[in-house]
């Protein structure tokens, strides 16, 4: 489409029938938005998790095979596993919209000839709309009218110095209309104007504007899975398949033996649930809903919890800079009177300025805006506030400014004149603009120019953006037309900087010593990046350019990508090919930003991390994690909360594993000696959904390794259940089997009756158990450190076990219900024995296993080997 510029045209907007037409047509000028989490979908996608399925399938099963009451537990915990994610995640989705902005600003547009003010999501295509300082443009929009308009485009570029806008003297097409660069005739939808004013005309709206397309454009990334959820569903495909083959061997191994079909079905089942994997679905659940609300408390938003465990073991973070590793406004940095040393400005501090650098100062404040948006005239006025001397020299309130020279393409310097009282005959004039800008209007000599470029180079090569000042003095009778006529004396350079958020060093050293390497892709020039980079204490000083990585083909760029660290000149698009090309070389990626610009990359990246107070809806609908407080802080603390999650989600999977060999073995044990059947459904339902979740949440309570923060990340190819895992979880399971079985087969062979034979040999298995929790407290730790940290769900744990016990023992009931005959003290203080031989043997074995049978990471043999296959 194309757009005839001229006044006369538009100077009457549209009719409101022909905005109310182009309405119908076009729809609502608003950002494209996904389909909304609501609590039903939020459920439908709970329920399609094949483990929580197998675990209502499970249910149902015994409900059919007529076992009500293992139905009840199975469906029971099922129920609460689907309530606790639902609770949380539409929680999450509350707190996002309450911190969705306004991305459709109120405007004010023409129609009708009439001026007035509608909300955003009204305006439409060909409406003439009016601009002023600090609006925010509601549309992508052709300037007709502009009178010195600047406009922030920080969220579609990533940059937040404002560029200059000029309206179109010719023929422009719409096509070539891209945010970023100064002197063109567009505007963007969610741009800032932070100077002058202006007319200009709709030519885009809602999801055809550029902050739109970039939103349509995420709907075709596909967002990667958690690699701990696809290598846990192999895994309970495997325990599935061997649970059920054992199980059919057993029903006929019972049959062809003992003759009686049926009770060989009850031992089947038995022994089926013994083996059945319901509760890790039960235990993910857990994890994941209460490790999203650990993070919340250090104001950091999961909107997809799986997304907790992959940032733990992330190993690549790439961040913007504008706005995440710095505060996106900028501040004085130094200044540099003409003949005078450079002054470093410390941020945040009292100043007391020498004469010539306060009179500088003031200038550049005179050369500003009383009521600032530009960022960089923000920067004048907070640094003169700072020094009371600087106040003296500033306009009073009975001086008036005559006059304003703008800046224009061919001279970038503006120019204030003041009038100091009504008195005063000699009028004070300020300049500031670019460097050479300045230089011409002091009409410096070769020699000056020459020094003077030598000093803006440094400022630049310290990540500095400078400008020139300039005074002059003037007759009001003898004011020119034009500022390069006005006699200028140069007063020095001034270099503004966006500040580096102050957590942002520590926590990129955090990051390093993690194994985590941090890399900053940045739309800046390179000589800003590098010294934003080596502030932050990113280090290197190999700088990719846009341009160089658009010559790169992609085997060059993945070559490259294993060695620079400091991307600048780099446009969104290639953003979203550098994260690609980090996936592709097996990195698990970790992507940082708030700008719309960042979308597409933060939805392609592992893990998407968004800025929650400074982010556009756009970025935080695409990232998996949103940080509240746009605290770059915060993603150290949400890494060692993932790495602590996946840990203790591992010692609760080991211990799981080593649970069942007993279980499954005193079920599997009287089948296949002749012996009394031990334990039927109502027990192995008992031991696990009563007994293992709720010292699963022993677990997911646990604090952190000591070496949380100080080993590299997880090797993407390592698998969740490792062998050595595998191994420990048998050989812990194998040790409190044939101490429980030798306590069963003696008390046979004493001649207790069988119901007190059950219940000495249940009491042994429970107390072993609870011996397995204090052994897989901690993987690293003697048991000693790890009864002295602290875990307030074992210490809620531990007393009702034992409650649980007594009611099974005591109540008449309940001993009915289980089948359990009278104990005596020496049948308890054997029980205690077994658990506390499980608890000291493994503890004494513990250190030589971690040093016997440790394997490289991502080496997985027999059984992890296995399910990596599947």
């Known amino acids: 489409m194309q757009l005839a510029t001229g006044k006369p045209k538009f100077q009457n907007g549209i009719s409101e029938a022909e905005a109310h037409l182009r309405l119908g047509r076009d729809g609502f000028n608003e950002l494209p938005q996904a389909n909304p989490r609501t609590p039903f979908r939020i459920v439908l996608e709970v329920l399609r998790e094949p483990m929580l399925a197998l675990l209502i399938g499970g249910g149902l099963v015994y409900l059919t095979l007529g076992n009500p009451k293992e139905a009840v537990i199975l469906l029971v915990f099922a129920c609460m596993s689907v309530l606790i994610t639902v609770v949380q995640e539409t929680r999450t989705e509350r707190v996002l919209e309450a911190l969705r902005d306004l991305t459709s600003p109120r405007a004010l547009v023409v129609r009708d000839g009439v001026r007035k003010r509608i909300a955003g999501r009204e305006v439409v295509q060909g409406d003439l709309i009016v601009l002023s300082e600090g609006d925010r443009v509601p549309a992508d929009s052709r300037l007709v009218e502009a009178h010195d308009l600047q406009a922030d485009e920080s969220l579609l570029t990533g940059e937040s110095v404002p560029v200059r806008k000029n309206a179109g003297t010719r023929e422009v097409r719409d096509g070539n209309a891209r945010p970023g660069g100064d002197d063109t005739p567009f505007v963007f939808s969610g741009a800032l104007v932070v100077r002058g004013a202006g007319l200009a005309v709709v030519s885009a709206t809602g999801g055809r504007s550029e902050i739109g397309k970039i939103g349509l454009s995420l709907n075709t990334?596909?967002?990667?899975?958690?690699?701990?959820?696809?290598?846990?569903?192999?895994?309970?495909?495997?325990?599935?398949?061997?649970?059920?083959?054992?199980?059919?061997?057993?029903?006929?191994?019972?049959?062809?033996?003992?003759?009686?079909?049926?009770?060989?079905?009850?031992?089947?089942?038995?022994?089926?649930?013994?083996m059945l994997p319901e509760e890790f679905p039960v235990v993910l659940a857990v994890f994941m809903a209460m490790g999203a609300w650990r993070i919340s408390q250090v104001h950091v938003l999961t909107r997809r919890s799986a997304a907790i465990e992959t940032l733990g073991a992330a190993t690549v973070l790439c961040t913007d800079k504008t706005g995440t590793l710095t505060e996106n406004r900028m501040t004085i940095a130094a200044l540099q009177p003409a003949a005078e040393v450079s002054l470093?400005?410390?941020?945040?501090?009292?100043?007391?300025?020498?004469?010539?650098?306060?009179?500088?100062?003031?200038?550049?404040?005179?050369?500003?805006?009383?009521?600032?948006?530009?960022?960089?005239?923000?920067?004048?006025?907070?640094?003169?506030?700072?020094?009371?001397?600087?106040?003296?020299?500033l306009p009073k309130a009975d001086w008036t400014l005559l006059r304003a020279y703008p800046l224009s393409p061919d001279l970038l310097a503006m120019t204030h004149v003041w009038k100091a009282g009504a008195g005063s005959k000699s009028l004070r004039v300020a300049a500031k603009g670019a460097p050479e800008a300045i230089a011409m209007l002091c009409r410096l000599d070769g020699e000056a120019k020459t020094q003077l470029t030598l000093q803006v180079n440094a400022m630049a090569a310290a990540g500095l953006r400078v400008l020139g000042v300039a005074s002059a003095t003037s007759l009001e009778s003898a004011l020119p037309k034009r500022q390069e006529d006005l006699a200028f004396t140069f007063l020095g350079l001034v270099g503004l900087a966006d500040p580096l958020r102050k957590t942002v060093p520590a926590a990129v050293r955090e990051c390093h010593r993690a194994g985590i390497r941090v890399i900053m892709i940045t739309g800046d020039y390179p000589a800003t990046a590098l010294a934003i980079a080596h502030q932050a204490g990113i280090t290197g000083t190999d700088v990719v350019t846009g341009e160089d990585l658009a010559a790169m083909p992609d085997e060059v760029l993945a070559g490259r990508m294993r060695t620079a660290s400091i991307f600048a000149r780099i446009m969104p698009e290639q953003k979203?090919?550098?994260?690609?090309?980090?996936?592709?070389?097996?990195?698990?990626?970790?992507?940082?930003?708030?700008?719309?610009?960042?979308?597409?990359?933060?939805?392609?990246?592992?893990?998407?991390?968004?800025?929650?107070?400074?982010?556009?809806?756009?970025?935080?609908?695409?990232?998996?994690?949103?940080?509240?407080?746009?605290?770059?802080?915060?993603?150290?603390?949400?890494?060692?909360?993932?790495?602590?999650?996946?840990?203790?989600?591992?010692?609760?999977?080991?211990?799981?594993?080593?649970?069942?060999?007993?279980?499954?073995?005193?079920?599997?044990?009287?089948?296949?000696?002749?012996?009394?059947?031990?334990?039927?459904?109502?027990?192995?339902a008992f031991l696990e959904m009563v007994i293992d979740p709720v010292c699963s949440l022993v677990f997911e309570a646990e604090t952190a390794e000591s070496n949380v923060m100080a080993r590299p990340p997880r090797d993407p190819a390592e698998p969740l259940f490792s062998a050595s895992m595998i191994g420990w979880s048998v050989f812990q399971g194998v040790l409190a089997l044939?101490?429980?079985?030798?306590?069963?087969?003696?008390?046979?062979?004493?001649?207790?009756?069988?119901?007190?034979?059950?219940?000495?040999?249940?009491?042994?298995?429970?107390?072993?158990?609870?011996?397995?929790?204090?052994?897989?407290?901690?993987?690293?730790a003697s048991l000693i450190k790890a009864f002295n940290r602290p875990n307030r769900a074992l210490s809620i744990v531990l007393p009702l076990v034992a409650l649980t016990l007594g009611i099974t023992l005591l109540w008449p009931a309940a001993s009915a219900l289980f089948r359990f005959g009278p104990l005596h003290l020496d049948d308890l203080s054997l029980a205690l024995g077994a658990g506390f031989t499980v608890l000291v043997v493994l503890e004494l074995i513990k250190p030589l296993w971690r040093r016997w049978f440790s394997r490289p990471k991502g080496k997985p043999v027999m059984g992890s080997a296995l399910v990596a296959k599947l």
């Open 221 to 274: 990334l596909e967002t990667a899975p958690a690699q701990f959820q696809i290598q846990t569903r192999r895994f309970v495909r495997l325990f599935a398949m061997i649970g059920a083959a054992i199980s059919v061997l057993a029903v006929l191994l019972y049959g062809f033996l003992r003759g009686g079909w049926l009770d060989a079905i009850l031992a089947g089942i038995a022994l089926g649930m013994s």
């Open 738 to 780: 044939l101490l429980v079985s030798g306590i069963f087969v003696i008390a046979l062979d004493q001649g207790m009756s069988e119901d007190e034979v059950r219940a000495l040999t249940f009491f042994s298995l429970v107390l072993s158990i609870v011996a397995l929790i204090f052994v897989n407290r901690s993987a690293s």
């Open 576 to 684: 979203l090919r550098i994260v690609e090309a980090l996936k592709s070389d097996g990195e698990i990626v970790a992507m940082t930003g708030d700008g719309v610009n960042d979308a597409p990359s933060l939805k392609a990246a592992h893990i998407g991390i968004a800025m929650g107070g400074r982010g556009t809806d756009v970025a935080r609908e695409a990232a998996a994690i949103v940080l509240l407080d746009d605290d770059f802080g915060s993603i150290v603390k949400t890494v060692r909360l993932g790495r602590r999650i996946y840990d203790n989600l591992r010692k609760a999977m080991s211990f799981i594993l080593a649970v069942h060999v007993p279980i499954a073995g005193l079920a599997l044990l009287p089948l296949i000696f002749g012996l009394p059947i031990l334990f039927g459904p109502v027990h192995i």
């Open 344 to 393: 470093a400005i410390l941020p945040a501090e009292p100043v007391t300025l020498p004469k010539s650098y306060a009179n500088l100062l003031a200038h550049g404040v005179l050369a500003s805006a009383q009521k600032p948006f530009d960022p960089m005239e923000r920067a004048f006025h907070d640094l003169a506030k700072r020094d009371r001397e600087v106040a003296d020299l």
